[in-house]
């Protein structure tokens, strides 16, 4: 038999606030946690060599947030929500805040990107799912209902597909994202009560989370590839 390595801890680093998403910035090698109850990002450097021990160097503030996160490596942004109606686009290089603009939730949630078409999509917890052109300042291009309770979505770049959780509905949308943003509902399939949040794989899977059940779901994706 292959012998397997061990694992194991091998840095640690005290954060000034409790943390919720946490992101690895590609174009600066840093890693940013978001800290919603400071209004903050925290920023850390990782040494090239040596132990990989995170290094504190600032925050960026975010009045108001930040609510989820995605890093735009393409355009050299990342992207956070404000928790009312809008978000924010932070410049990786300098820190500093680049844009804010509306939108279209009345409550901000998820986050998620597709880098290549420009888009980026926002989930909102009263039911509903929105697109955003970065091509044209972040203006909204399409608004799609969903079940109620959003919180983390997720979006496959393969199939260009966006998949929106609602907790409080127990359902899941799947929804087609065209060339110029505009979503359309494939499919609304049961999840669980409480089911807020799923990640997509790069093998048409879609794994949602049931908390109180402690379980993963897992919805296969084998609808047509959107256009």
Known sequence: MEKVASTAIVATVKLAANPDYVRFVGPTGEVWVTEPGAEQIELFSIPKVGPP?????????VPGGPESLVIDAQRGRAYTHLWKAATVAIDVQTHAVAAQWKN?????????????????????????????????????VATE?????????????????LYVPGEDSATMAVLAVAADGKLSTVVTVPTAKGAHCVAADDAGGAWVCDPDGGRLLLFKDAMPVAR
């Open 145 to 161: 209902p969903t079940g109620k309770g959003v919180d983390v979505i997720a979006y496959s770049a393969q199939l260009r597909h």
């Open 104 to 140: 279209g939730c009345s409550d901000s949630r998820g986050i998620a990107l597709d880098e290549e078409r420009a888009l980026l999509f926002a989930g909102c917890d009263e039911g509903k799912a929105t697109t955003m052109d970065l091509r044209r300042g972040g203006t909204v």
């Open 53 to 61: 021990t995170p290094v504190r160097t600032g925050v960026i503030r």
